[in-house]
Nanobody
Framework: QVQLVESGGGLVQAGGSLRLSCAAS????????MGWYRQAPGKQRELVAA???????NYADSVKGRFTISRDNAKNAAYLQMNKVKPEDTAVYYC??????????WGQGTQVTVSS
């Protein structure tokens, strides 16, 4: 019923930029919080950024000032603009719709690899 599909991942050099996209279908979108999470090998999944239905944003300290989350409700989409990327940003990035289990949904993830 609910599907989230991430795209835009890939290989990028340190200091470069990358833009991730998340397309949602099968559910209402505009009234719910969207978030980006990431998980690197051997590490726990962590919140990178979130944006509420009203446009308020929240960022992890490690990405604040470098990443920007946005949404386009007309397209049922969310985005993560990643600037000045670092090798430690390397991870699988996941899109999430909603904030309360079991009424939250996850995408399949997209790999981001930052080379130095």
């Amino acid at each position: 019923q609910v599907q989230l599909v991430e795209s835009g991942g890939g290989l990028v050099q340190a200091g470069g930029s990358l833009r991730l996209s998340c397309a949602a279908s099968g559910s209402s979108f505009s009234s719910r919080t969207m978030g980006w999470y990431r998980q690197a090998p051997g590490k726990q999944r962590e919140l990178v950024a979130a944006i509420t239905s009203g446009g308020s944003t929240n960022y992890a300290d490690s990405v604040k000032g470098r990443f920007t989350i946005s949404r386009d409700n007309a397209k049922n989409a969310a985005y993560l603009q990643m600037n000045k990327v670092k090798p430690e940003d390397t991870a699988v990035y996941y899109c999430r719709l909603g904030t309360y289990y079991p009424y939250d949904y996850w995408g399949q993830g997209t790999q981001v690899t930052v080379s130095s």
